[in-house]
């Protein structure tokens, strides 16, 4: 977005940074409203008719959370949210499916759609129905192409964007594009969206660049998809988010005449150089959107502050608060507010070092830039006071964040976490209390949960409560796995040791008084004793 040339007003100038404040602040506002009784705000768009074109971003682009989360746990929870919306019948159906799916096609006497039609003709075929079938069939192959023209035979059946992205996206985890290309083929006309972020997102996870940024030219020709700057802004944003800046920027300018970059475009290049761990990249381009009178937005320099510092976390961990400082002190020159996510990626990386005190300190000071935690904020803290051995604040912390309305983000993978730390510090009875607390928020202890306190018990050699918890997870239905724990011989009962004296070597004042005392016995016993009378009573 150009500079105006026209200079602002004091009110316009409130104005846009209150835009840009207010998507960050809303959320926490509207709760301290309903604490205290209040009707929460109007929206925005009521009172400022424009306020829509600033919070555009959060279409495209979500602002990256800086705490760890694998692809895997993603991809395990959208696969549990897909069971649950399942009924049994349509979870045991799709178990079939995939069992027909994955047969040798060379030994069965039928090709696959006939297979299905004499099992399966009187079921009815839906998305979530083929997504749980493709979930369930990693091995099937090109089998899968059969299945989708067997789907799309069925008279009750109207195939969508989103079948055709279930299909993208399981050829694309294979990494079989040939197969992807008769999928999209097959479903011109259909295919949108949603296929078309899935086939960008399996190229670019496959490190397939090149043809990432070749698919722009040819998106309408070969699949008639859309090509306009939503999905060139999708395209930069994926490569990115990989590490493919350089790809992204090349793109970009080639287009330039095209589709002029706007801020979205800018700072999802920023954040790609940064992500990448180049710093002097991320700066030329920031020198260069600033000549040419393009705004650097706070998601940018979140990028540029983060990347700052993780550098000086693997080379010197002592110039992280003054390298940061710098980071902040440009912010504010140029006129980008903090946000939310600032402070997230402050004390994220103050917790990494284990300066566990600064970012308490920085967490009590978000007030005066008028920013508030989110779950983000108390998860990393809560984690970083248990690493640092202080259960009572970490406690105190968790009460902070379900007071604050952040008690829905404490799962059973939070809590998991939080008993792995004090275990691992050797907390043992703050976990078992710990582990009292979760169930009391209704979440239900998992397998690694109970292996997890069950091995620490046994280590410390408290088998009794051990025990206990084994067959409170076979009460529950959970197949906990029967091991063979080791004690730690720190507290293992030992048995007691009779120590053999030995015989030490006299010396001759010592051998001299034995014998003294020998002779005077000897001599002694010659001696009549006197008898003992009883007196008389008088």
């Given at each position: 977005?150009?500079?105006?040339?026209?200079p602002?007003?004091?009110?316009?100038?409130?104005?846009l940074?209150?835009?840009?404040?207010?998507?960050?602040?809303s959320?926490?506002?509207?709760?301290?409203?309903?604490?205290?009784?209040?009707?929460?705000p109007?929206p925005?768009?009521?009172?400022?008719?424009?306020?829509?074109?600033?919070?555009?971003?959060?279409?495209?682009?979500?602002?990256?959370?800086?705490?760890?989360q694998?692809?895997?746990a993603?991809?395990?929870?959208?696969?549990?949210?897909?069971?649950?919306?399942?009924?049994?019948?349509?979870?045991?159906?799709?178990?079939?499916?995939?069992?027909?799916?994955?047969?040798?096609?060379?030994?069965?006497?039928?090709?696959?759609?006939?297979?299905?039609?004499?099992?399966?003709?009187?079921?009815?075929?839906?998305?979530?129905?083929?997504?749980?079938?493709?979930?369930?069939?990693?091995?099937?192959?090109?089998?899968?192409?059969?299945?989708?023209?067997?789907?799309?035979?069925?008279?009750?059946?109207?195939?969508?964007?989103?079948?055709?992205?279930?299909?993208?996206?399981?050829?694309?985890?294979?990494?079989?594009?040939?197969?992807?290309?008769?999928?999209?083929?097959?479903?011109?006309?259909?295919?949108?969206?949603?296929?078309?972020?899935?086939?960008?997102?399996?190229?670019?996870?496959?490190?397939?660049?090149?043809?990432?940024?070749?698919?722009?030219?040819?998106?309408?020709?070969?699949?008639?998809?859309?090509?306009?700057?939503?999905?060139?802004?999708?395209?930069?944003?994926?490569?990115?988010?990989?590490?493919?800046?350089?790809?992204a920027?090349?793109?970009?300018?080639?287009?330039?005449?095209?589709?002029?970059?706007?801020?979205?475009?800018?700072?999802?290049?920023?954040?790609?150089?940064?992500?990448?761990?180049?710093?002097?990249?991320?700066?030329?381009?920031?020198?260069?959107?600033?000549?040419?009178?393009?705004?650097?937005?706070?998601?940018?320099?979140?990028?540029?502050?983060?990347?700052?510092?993780?550098?000086?976390?693997e080379?010197?961990?002592?110039?992280?608060?003054?390298?940061?400082?710098?980071?902040?002190?440009?912010?504010?020159?140029?006129?980008?507010?903090?946000?939310?996510?600032?402070?997230?990626?402050?004390?994220?990386?103050?917790?990494?070092?284990?300066?566990?005190?600064?970012?308490?300190?920085?967490?009590?000071?978000?007030?005066?830039?008028?920013?508030?935690?989110?779950?983000?904020?108390?998860?990393?803290?809560?984690?970083?006071?248990?690493q640092?051995?202080?259960?009572?604040?970490?406690d105190?912390?968790?009460?902070?964040?379900?007071?604050?309305?952040?008690?829905?983000?404490?799962?059973?993978?939070?809590?998991?976490?939080?008993?792995?730390?004090?275990?691992?510090?050797?907390?043992?009875?703050?976990?078992?209390?710990?582990?009292?607390?979760?169930?009391?928020?209704?979440?239900?202890?998992?397998?690694?949960?109970?292996?997890?306190?069950?091995?620490?018990?046994?280590?410390?050699?408290?088998?009794?409560?051990?025990?206990?918890?084994?067959?409170?997870?076979?009460?529950?239905?959970?197949?906990?796995?029967?091991?063979?724990?080791?004690?730690d011989?720190?507290?293992?009962?030992?048995?007691?040791?009779?120590?053999?004296k030995?015989?030490?070597?006299?010396?001759?004042?010592e051998?001299?008084?034995?014998?003294?005392?020998?002779?005077?016995?000897?001599?002694?016993?010659?001696?009549?004793?006197?008898?003992?009378?009883?007196?008389?009573?008088?």
């Amino acid at each position: 977005m150009r500079k105006l040339t026209i200079p602002f007003s004091a009110l316009q100038l409130q104005k846009l940074l209150f835009f840009r404040c207010a998507s960050t602040q809303s959320n926490s506002l509207t709760h301290r409203l309903s604490i205290a009784g209040l009707p929460p705000p109007p929206p925005l768009e009521s009172l400022y008719p424009y306020a829509a074109f600033f919070s555009t971003r959060s279409q495209y682009f979500s602002i990256r959370h800086f705490s760890s989360q694998t692809e895997n746990a993603a991809a395990s929870s959208v696969d549990e949210n897909l069971g649950e919306l399942l009924t049994e019948e349509e979870k045991s159906t799709a178990e079939l499916l995939s069992t027909e799916l994955q047969k040798n096609p060379e030994v069965e006497p039928l090709p696959l759609p006939k297979r299905l039609d004499l099992s399966f003709s009187h079921i009815t075929v839906s998305p979530k129905l083929l997504h749980a079938t493709l979930n369930a069939s990693p091995d099937a192959g090109r089998m899968a192409l059969d299945f989708l023209k067997w789907a799309k035979s069925r008279p009750d059946f109207q195939p969508s964007d989103e079948l055709y992205s279930h299909f993208v996206d399981y050829f694309g985890r294979r990494k079989d594009f040939k197969a992807t290309h008769e999928v999209l083929v097959d479903g011109i006309g259909v295919a949108g969206v949603k296929s078309f972020e899935a086939l960008v997102d399996r190229l670019v996870r496959a490190g397939r660049p090149t043809q990432t940024v070749a698919l722009f030219e040819r998106m309408v020709k070969d699949y008639g998809f859309v090509r306009n700057k939503d999905s060139l802004k999708l395209i930069v944003s994926s490569l990115c988010g990989r590490g493919y800046a350089s790809y992204a920027e090349k793109m970009v300018k080639s287009l330039a005449n095209e589709f002029f970059p706007d801020e979205h475009i800018c700072d999802s290049l920023i954040s790609g150089w940064c992500n990448d761990g180049k710093l002097d990249e991320a700066k030329r381009l920031v020198d260069e959107m600033y000549r040419g009178g393009f705004d650097i937005g706070t998601f940018a320099y979140n990028s540029i502050l983060d990347c700052v510092c993780r550098l000086c976390r693997e080379k010197d961990p002592f110039r992280i608060q003054t390298e940061a400082e710098n980071v902040l002190v440009e912010m504010e020159r140029h006129g980008v507010p903090r946000n939310v996510e600032t402070f997230n990626v402050l004390i994220t990386n103050l917790c990494k070092i284990r300066k566990t005190e600064d970012a308490m300190n920085l967490f009590s000071r978000m007030g005066e830039w008028g920013c508030y935690p989110d779950e983000t904020t108390f998860y990393v803290l809560i984690k970083s006071l248990y690493q640092a051995a202080r259960v009572g604040e970490g406690d105190e912390m968790i009460d902070k964040m379900k007071s604050a309305g952040y008690g829905d983000a404490l799962d059973t993978k939070a809590y998991y976490e939080f008993l792995k730390i004090l275990c691992g510090i050797e907390r043992v009875d703050h976990a078992m209390s710990v582990f009292a607390k979760m169930k009391e928020d209704g979440c239900e202890p998992g397998v690694k949960t109970y292996d997890l306190l069950m091995g620490k018990l046994c280590t410390y050699g408290r088998l009794d409560k051990a025990n206990a918890l084994y067959k409170e997870a076979e009460s529950n239905g959970l197949a906990v796995e029967r091991k063979a724990y080791k004690v730690d011989p720190r507290f293992a009962k030992k048995k007691p040791t009779v120590v053999k004296k030995e015989k030490k070597r006299e010396t001759l004042p010592e051998k001299m008084a034995r014998k003294r005392r020998s002779l005077k016995k000897f001599r002694l016993s010659f001696v009549k004793k006197p008898k003992r009378s009883v007196r008389r009573a008088f």
